[in-house]
């Protein structure tokens, strides 16, 4: 049964329900209305994303007959009347409305989905490279203001920060909204070409200047002649390098690797690094002169732990590239967010973006909570929501798992013996005991961390949490 991702609102089109239609509408989801009969009487089962049943004009007995007919179907409810509990009634909205309460809800339908059938298979996704400045705080306020204040003028810039953190970004915004746009913007890694190939990489060649050279060829000064050469990791360049890159920051006019005349070069220069030149300066691999020449005016990129705030506006910016490109919309909770803000992020803005790209590809059009989270950016405490599963399906999934185990579990014969004693046994009791000599195992071995202890079982922590209860374990 495929299931559909639309939100379906079932009511007489009261006041409350055009309010949440408009709610659920500015989070980006898709939502129709219907009426009840319309959802119990349809002609195919069908599944959706959720449901959601005003109880103004609809009375509990209804709601519960419709709950009990789609047993598989995720059902909230919003509105003063109280239904009995049911298996797939997930939650009541209360009001006014609230965006943590109501994306908490819809993921916990969507846990209830994941856990009632298999989630289908996806296809895999890919964010593309962070392109643009986003964020309200101090730090990045500045980065936008100093860029606007430098990219009309000619002015060599130097951007500073962590890796990961745009640096290009910002190389590539100076050029955007300077007067020279219409010209080329060309990025050379300077740490990333080797430095007996770096002059050629930078000023071109002549035919026959070295083996191999059989033709002549322009380098990145000649190519980016109009326009802006960005040179990313200038700190990784050989002092040799550095030498001859000064020569042309002052005269503006370079040679060929075995040329004998002089290029005239109109270049804008911007350079990168993560690295402290100050600091290189005194230990002798740094060139003093060459950084006075490349840090006329300076932009230091602060990192994303220091302008944690913006990291809603950055998760938003990221998913809205993905969704463009027709690659499906991932959404995060209140909780979710809360946790990423404290998250210190060594890797900055590009390990965000990995992080959305990983996400997107376990949840496509899905809803990401704290506990969806990769568990070294879970800082919130949050008990995961469990879905009450029948007793008799736990059973059910217990030994589609031992049938369907590409290798069998070996049980020492001292533990269970191969042959069945003639009086019988109760099947049933024997492999309740073992599953509890394995949980307990399990929870000794990995100091009672739950998450560990599923792991090790090749189970899902709710599934363990679940069986502990039924057992009546604790961790202790």
Known sequence: MQTDQRILLVDNLSERVQRL????????????????????????????????????????????????????????????????PCQNLIGQLDEPLAYPQVTELLNFCQVFGQTVRPQTPTSPNQTKLFRSLVG???????????????????ATVLILGQSGTGKEVVA???????????????????????????????FGHEKGAFTGAISSRKGRFELANGGTLFLDEIGDMPMPMQVKLLRVLQERTFDRVGGNKSIATDVRVIAATHRNLEHMIADGTFREDLFYRLNVFPIEMPSLSERADDIPLLLQELV?????????????????????????????????????????????NGMVDVNDLPMKYRHIDVP?????????????????????????????????????????????????????????????????????????????????????????????
Request: charged content about 25%; hydrophobic content about 40%.
């Open 384 to 476: 995961a929501y469990a879905v009450e599963v029948p007793e008799e399906q736990l059973e059910r999934d217990a030994l589609a798992a031992i049938f369907t185990d590409e290798e069998p579990v070996e049980i020492p014969m001292g533990q269970l013996s191969n042959e069945l004693p003639a009086e019988g046994v109760n099947l049933k009791d024997l492999l309740a005991e073992l599953e509890i000599d394995m949980i307990r195992q399990a929870l000794d071995q990995q100091e009672n961390v739950v998450s560990r202890a599923a792991e090790m079982l090749g189970i899902r922590r709710t599934t363990l949490v679940e069986k502990m209860r039924k057992y009546g374990l604790s961790k202790a």
């Open 136 to 154: 309200r705080s101090t730090g990045i306020s500045q980065v936008r203001h100093m860029i606007n204040q430098v990219a009309e003028t000619d």
């Open 320 to 364: 809205s590239r993905v969704f463009n490109e027709g690659k499906g919309k991932v959404r995060f909770t209140q909780r979710a967010i809360d946790s990423l803000m404290e998250h210190p992020w060594s890797g900055n803005v590009r390990e965000l973006s990995n992080l959305v790209e990983r996400l997107t590809i376990l949840f496509p």
């Open 172 to 202: 590539r915004n100076i050029h955007y909204l300077s007067a020279r746009s219409n010209g080329p913007f060309i990025p050379v890694n300077c740490g990333a070409i080797p430095g007996e190939l770096l002059e050629s990489e930078l």
């Open 21 to 84: 239609f408009c709610v659920l509408e500015f989070l980006g989801e898709k939502v129709e209305l219907r009426k009840l009969e319309e959802v119990a009487n349809a002609a195919e089962p069908k599944r959706w994303r959720a449901v959601i049943i005003a109880t103004d004009q609809i009375t509990p007995e209804q709601i519960s007959r419709v709950a009990a007919k789609l047993p598989w179907q995720p059902i909230l409810t919003i509105g003063r009347s109280q239904v009995e």
